[in-house]
C-alpha cells in the first residue's frame, strides 16, 4: 500500500483535547502503535521518507510523506482497521492528518 500523507501545522484532536503537538508528531503516536499491528500480522513497512521535492510532472501542492506498506493480504489490511485496538488509536490520526492518499496495489498478471 502507498501512502501519501499531509499534516496540519498543529495537531487537533476531535475530542477537543488541548495540545502542542504538531501534526506530524500527532501522527508518529498513531504510526508507533501501528507499526506493531502491522508486524503482528505480518507485514512490514517497506519504506517512509519526507518528500523533498517533486521531479517531474505538475501538482498544486506536495504531500509531505509517502510511505510503502507490505501487508499479507487486503483481508488482512481490513481486519486490522476493523479491530478495536486500531480504533482506538485512530484520534492520533485524525488530529494529525490534512490529508492522505492510501492506494493498495496488486502483481499484474503475466
Known amino acids: 500500500m502507498t501512502n501519501l500523507l499531509k499534516f496540519k501545522p498543529r495537531a487537533v484532536y476531535p475530542d477537543g483535547r488541548e495540545s502542542n503537538l504538531s501534526g506530524l508528531e500527532a501522527y508518529q503516536l498513531y504510526g508507533a502503535a501501528t507499526g506493531k499491528q502491522i508486524a503482528a500480522l505480518g507485514g512490514r513497512v517497506i519504506h517512509s521518507n519526507i518528500i523533498g521535492g517533486l ?3 505538475e501538482v498544486e501542492d506536495l504531500w509531505d510523506i509517502v510511505g ?6 487486503l483481508k488482512a489490511f ?14 492520533h490520526r485524525e488530529a ?12 499484474p498478471p503475466t
Not at 510503502?68 to 493480504?73: A, D, K, L, Q, R
Not at 481490513?78 to 484520534?91: G, L, Q, R
Not at 494529525?96 to 502483481?107: E, K, P, V
Open 78 to 91: 481490513m481486519d486490522m482497521v476493523d479491530s478495536d485496538e486500531y480504533k482506538a488509536n485512530t484520534i
Open 55 to 57: 521531479v517531474a510532472g
Open 96 to 107: 494529525g492528518l490534512a490529508g492522505q492518499l492510501l492506494m493498495y496495489g496488486r502483481t
Open 68 to 73: 510503502i506498506v507490505e501487508y499479507p493480504s
